[in-house]
């Protein structure tokens, strides 16, 4: 019989319980919930209070902090970490290596590069949606 928790120690000595994901084995705080349709890979780690939608996926090394909400259909590379009481939209992209701070907003669909650094508080916008066309941008009809 498995254990149901793994006990892991901080640097600063304090120990959390997580559990293994089902959809790849990946770490989940007790406190954090995952969508059962997300993968989350093995050395994924997910931190208490944080919440993640269904259908994403977490890629190897990534660390989701405390509180951070991803909505339905992200993708998150490898070893990116996503800050405390960040956020995340509809199918938004995050490429590896990439650095999302604390209480950062991605909007819903935006595409985060490889290799960048979104400051504390900052907002990413996801694409333009196209407006529907107006009677006035159809010109007169001769």
Same mark, same amino acid.
């Given at each position: 019989?498995?254990?149901?928790?793994?006990?892991?120690?901080?640097?600063?000595?304090?120990?959390?319980?997580?559990?293994? #994901?089902?959809?790849?084995?990946?770490?989940?705080?007790?406190?954090?919930?995952?969508?059962?349709?997300?993968?989350?890979?093995?050395?994924?780690?997910?931190?208490?209070?944080?919440?993640?939608?269904?259908?994403?996926?977490?890629?190897?090394?990534?660390?989701?902090?405390?509180?951070?909400?991803?909505?339905?259909?992200?993708?998150?590379?490898?070893?990116? #970490?996503?800050?405390?009481?960040?956020?995340?939209?509809?199918?938004?992209?995050?490429?590896? #290596?990439?650095?999302?701070?604390?209480?950062?907003?991605?909007?819903?669909?935006?595409?985060?590069?490889?290799?960048?650094?979104?400051?504390?508080?900052?907002?990413?916008?996801?694409?333009?949606?196209?407006?529907?066309?107006?009677?006035?941008?159809?010109?007169?009809?001769?």
């Amino acid at each position: 019989m498995s254990k149901v928790f793994e006990e892991i120690e901080s640097r600063a000595g304090e120990i959390a319980k997580y559990r293994r #994901h089902r959809n790849g084995r990946g770490f989940v705080a007790q406190t954090a919930t995952v969508d059962p349709t997300t993968y989350l890979e093995p050395t994924a780690y997910v931190e208490p209070g944080a919440h993640i939608a269904g259908r994403g996926w977490i890629g190897a090394g990534s660390w989701i902090d405390r509180d951070a909400i991803l909505a339905a259909g992200v993708f998150i590379g490898a070893n990116v #970490h996503v800050g405390a009481g960040a956020a995340i939209g509809v199918g938004a992209e995050i490429g590896s #290596h990439t650095r999302i701070g604390a209480k950062a907003s991605i909007g819903a669909g935006a595409r985060v590069a490889r290799d960048s650094t979104i400051p504390t508080g900052a907002v990413v916008d996801g694409p333009q949606r196209a407006r529907a066309p107006r009677k006035s941008d159809m010109g007169r009809a001769a």
